[in-house]
């Protein structure tokens, strides 16, 4: 079968022939359809992330779309090693595909699942949002920030709180369910007010794509806005911004901060996975919308070193479902 092949560490996929995966017992076979580049697919390639087998070759793609033996559709995530979801085929564990909606086409559904789960597993796994409350997205003007605007708007937040550098981008997510923005300017003593002003007439989830600085000033401010504040569930995401940040112990001594992570790993895998189905379910209903490219798989090489940050690359196999 053709496949987009990964060959050794740091090296871009090349499209080829791999063996054909034959299912053994709890294994599904998927003929693929579609399949997203992602920064773990990314960092997996080169051999730097912490999931990385360390063996070659082997096909890139953590998750995707695609049909069972039987026709039905499906999403699935996860493929078992060395199949990766940027295949013509690939095998996946039965518990880790899920049906999709009718009116969901194969490309968006390939493109929104993990960008659009980061939040709304965030939401209602980790920081449990309650309908009416206030939500502030640190980092929101890139695609997974700006679904997760979307989301928290979907999942009943009263308010919405977006930050961001790209000021275009920033004034773009009012039209997404954004109330209020705030710039991440470099001068922290005014990014801080910015902050200050918001947690004093009160914030209560937080989710940061960023960390670093901005996610620094962010837990000061909140500290600093005064014991009666509301109490604030911090969810970290994402670190664009950083992989570190320096945090006086005091703020979590004076104030209510409950500072706490959403992926794998703080959220058991079998609720990720059902978390990625809520959300393909409300795609349609909800009016989640995601930048994205279609690229046939034979165009692997040059697609892979043209991807950014803007738009979702999404590799086509055979014929996508179109909505």
Known sequence: MKAAIVRAA????????????????GETRITV??????????????????S???QFPFIPGIDGVGRLDDGSRVYFVLPKAPYGSMAERTLVPS??????????????AAAIANP????????TERARLRVGETVLVNGATGTAGRLAVRIAKHLGAGKVIATGRNADALRSLTALGADATIPLVADEAILEDSFKRQFAEGVDVVIDYLWGKSAAC?????????????????????????????????????????????GIGSIPLHRLIAATGALLQATVPGGFTIAATPV?????????NRDDSTRRTVFTM???HRA
Request: a negative charge; charged letters at 10%; hydrophobic letters at 45%.
């Open 95 to 108: 518990a880790h595909c899920l049906p999709l909606p009718d009116g969901l086409d194969d490309v968006t």
């Open 218 to 262: 962010l837990l000061v401010a909140a500290a600093k806005a005064g014991a009666d504040a509301v109490p604030i569930r911090f969810v970290q995401i994402g670190s664009s911004s950083g992989p570190d940040i320096t945090l006086p112990s005091a703020v979590l001594r004076a104030s209510a901060i409950e500072l706490m992570g959403s």
């Open 52 to 54: 990385s087998s360390g």
């Open 116 to 123: 659009g789960m980061s939040s709304w597993a965030a939401y």
């Open 318 to 320: 055979g014929a996508p």
């Open 10 to 25: 740091g090296q871009t996929p090349v499209y080829g022939d791999f063996a054909e995966p034959v299912p053994s017992a």
């Open 296 to 304: 046939p798989l034979a165009n692997v090489e040059a697609a892979w």
């Open 33 to 50: 359809t579609a399949a997203a580049i992602s920064l773990v697919t990314k960092a997996r390639a080169s051999g730097g992330h912490y």
